[in-house]
Structure formats: structure tokens, C-alpha cells
């Protein structure tokens, strides 16, 4: 799509471009396509003359200093609600595969361990967490925690949520949600579902205190980013038995180290990255990235602009300066 209107040129490598190959090329181009590794900094833009515009192929960018972007008059664009479901559906999946140990089950039967055990069924084995009709924390009710809490209307759950600003009246009866503060919700709930992107003031959200306010019998689920959480802190809580469990998809060193420990506990479920990760989701976000660089391109706004104020600095285009 981007080839009719843009010389491309592609990283092929698996791994992201190191960091000088990033500066260098950055001198050289008019446009970005950056992933969540890439980071796009002051130091970046400075160097960047020709950069008008970094189109981010996932729906947050904490990877990328957006104010000083729009102080330089750079579009920044991301490519949300194409990923909604998909994220969804790795949430739910990932919080009933901590709740009834389906990992570590797994893990059981190949291991030999359940042979070893002489008996196909005991009333002990591999006991989980029921989650029909428990009480569901939703933090951060966007685009992906209204799609969880649709789902977790099907589980007949109770669902408490918390962000900064309340949903309308009609929008709570819809989803059937309950608003509360965070600490209510973490005293309340039986599962704990993470969906704010990483700010200032998002960063280590859930810390000590957090998880000690938490049921010892709840569950932890963040598919939103891994900095939100106190790793530290999770690890010690998933050890000492302050909550039940967790389930990860992000990480705030990724990729995760081997010997991390969290990989050591049997009572987190571990994924990597990989909330977005079907085949038709990633499809409709590279769609949608080559969509912003075209109406920019035409000298049109595109269609999921993250910094808006942008336009009062340089209308879109390329030969508007």
C-alpha cells in the first residue's frame, strides 16, 4: 500500500535495529514506521530534519516522547481498536489458564509426574479457582477493558472497575459495571485485569501495597504493559502467598531473561507480548499504519492521530513547511 506513494525500505532482521543504525537512518527519511522497541526520544528527533511523521504499529507509544514530537511538529499516529478482540481474547485465555492451572497442568502430565500419581482422577489434583460468578477488577475501562468486561458478562461475574474519569451511567448499565476506587477494587475482586497505558503516573501502579490489599486467593492479569506492575514486588507477593497467581503478557524487561524470577514460580502463566498476535489483527494494523502515512501523505489528518495539537504546529504533508 505505502510503495505507491513512499520509497520504502525495510529492516528485515527479527531483532530491532540497533541504536546508531536507528539514528542514522532517522537522518535520512521523511517517515517511521517504529515498533514498540524502537525508541523515539529528543535525541532522535533532533537528528531527524526530514522526520514529519512516526507512524507506530501498536496501539500504545510509550516508546515514543510525543510532546516533543508535536513541539517539532512530527505526526505521531498508533493503530488502536484494530486489536481490541484480539486482546481480549488473550486476557480471558491467560486468566483462565492462571485460574485452573491449565500451564502447570500441562507441564504435569508431560512431565510423567501424573503416570507417576497411579490414578487418573483425585479429588486433589491440580485444584484451581472457579471463575463463574467471581467478582472481576477491571482497571483502565478503554477500547480493551469494555471488550473484557463483555466477555466476563458471559462467566456471570460481578465487575468493579476503576480509572480516572467514570464511564456515563449508560455505559456502566451496558456493560454491567460498577465503578469504585482502586482500593475497593483490589480488596473486592477475585480477579484483577490491568488495561491503562504506561504513564507517569501509571508507572509501578500496582506495587507492595497494592498486591498486600489483594484477596490471597485473587489473581493478577496485565496485558497492558509490564512497567504498570512492581515486579519486585509481584514476585515476592506470587511467593509469599499474598495473592493466588498471575498472568503476564508484558513485562517490564522483555524479552524476559530465562533465568528471571518469574520464570522460576509455578503460579504465573507466562506470554510474550502477545495480545495483538493473530493473524487478522496484525494484518488490520499494518493496514492501518499504511493508512496514516497515505492521508499524510495527501496532506490529510490521519485517521488515528495521537497528538492532535499537532495540526496548529504544521498541517499535514510533506511540503508544508
Known amino acids: 500500500m505505502i510503495e505507491e506513494y513512499y520509497d520504502v525500505e525495510v529492516w528485515d532482521k527479527y531483532t530491532p535495529p540497533p541504536r546508531d543504525v536507528l539514528l542514522q537512518k532517522a537522518r535520512e527519511v521523511d517517515a517511521l514506521v517504529t515498533l514498540l522497541t524502537d525508541k523515539i526520544d529528543k535525541e532522535l528527533l533532533d537528528n531527524a530534519p526530514r522526520l514529519r511523521i512516526v507512524a507506530q504499529y501498536a496501539v500504545g507509544y510509550d516508546n515514543i516522547d510525543v510532546d516533543y514530537a508535536t513541539k517539532r511538529g512530527v505526526y505521531v499516529t498508533n493503530t488502536p481498536g484494530v486489536l481490541t478482540d484480539a486482546t481480549a481474547d488473550l486476557t480471558w485465555a491467560i486468566l483462565l489458564a492462571a485460574a485452573r492451572r491449565v500451564v502447570e497442568a500441562d507441564k504435569f502430565v508431560r512431565s510423567g509426574d501424573y503416570w507417576k500419581t497411579g490414578t487418573g482422577w483425585h479429588p486433589m489434583m491440580m485444584l484451581g479457582a472457579h471463575v463463574t460468578g467471581k467478582t472481576l477488577g477491571i482497571i483502565g475501562m478503554g477500547r480493551i477493558g469494555r471488550a473484557v468486561a463483555k466477555r466476563a458478562k458471559g462467566f456471570g461475574m460481578r465487575i468493579l472497575y476503576y480509572q480516572r474519569h467514570r464511564l456515563p451511567e449508560d455505559v456502566e448499565r451496558e456493560l454491567g459495571a460498577k465503578y469504585v476506587d482502586l482500593e475497593t477494587l483490589l480488596r473486592e475482586s477475585d480477579f484483577v485485569s490491568i488495561h491503562v497505558p504506561l504513564t507517569e503516573e501509571t508507572y509501578h501502579m500496582i506495587g507492595e501495597r497494592e498486591l498486600r490489599?489483594?484477596?490471597?486467593?485473587?489473581?493478577?492479569?496485565n496485558t497492558a504493559r509490564g512497567a504498570v506492575v512492581d515486579t519486585n514486588a509481584l514476585v515476592k507477593a506470587l511467593k509469599?502467598?499474598?495473592?493466588?497467581?498471575?498472568?503476564?503478557?508484558?513485562?517490564?524487561?522483555?524479552?524476559?531473561?530465562?533465568?528471571?524470577?518469574?520464570?522460576?514460580?509455578?503460579?504465573?502463566?507466562?506470554?510474550?507480548?502477545?495480545?495483538?498476535?493473530?493473524?487478522e489483527t496484525r494484518t488490520k494494523m499494518a493496514e492501518l499504519v499504511a493508512e496514516n502515512l497515505i492521508a499524510f501523505y495527501k496532506?490529510?489528518?490521519?485517521?488515528?492521530?495521537?497528538?492532535?495539537?499537532?495540526?496548529?504546529?504544521?498541517?499535514?504533508g510533506f511540503g508544508t513547511d
Request: zero cysteines; glycine letters at 4%.
Open 213 to 221: 490489599l489483594m484477596k490471597r486467593s485473587a489473581v493478577l492479569v
Open 240 to 279: 509469599e502467598g499474598w495473592i493466588a497467581a498471575a498472568a503476564l503478557d508484558v513485562f517490564e524487561q522483555e524479552p524476559l531473561p530465562p533465568d528471571h524470577p518469574l520464570t522460576k514460580l509455578n503460579n504465573v502463566v507466562l506470554t510474550p507480548h502477545i495480545g495483538s498476535a493473530t493473524i
Open 299 to 316: 496532506g490529510e489528518v490521519p485517521p488515528t492521530l495521537v497528538n492532535k495539537e499537532v495540526v496548529k504546529v504544521r498541517p499535514p
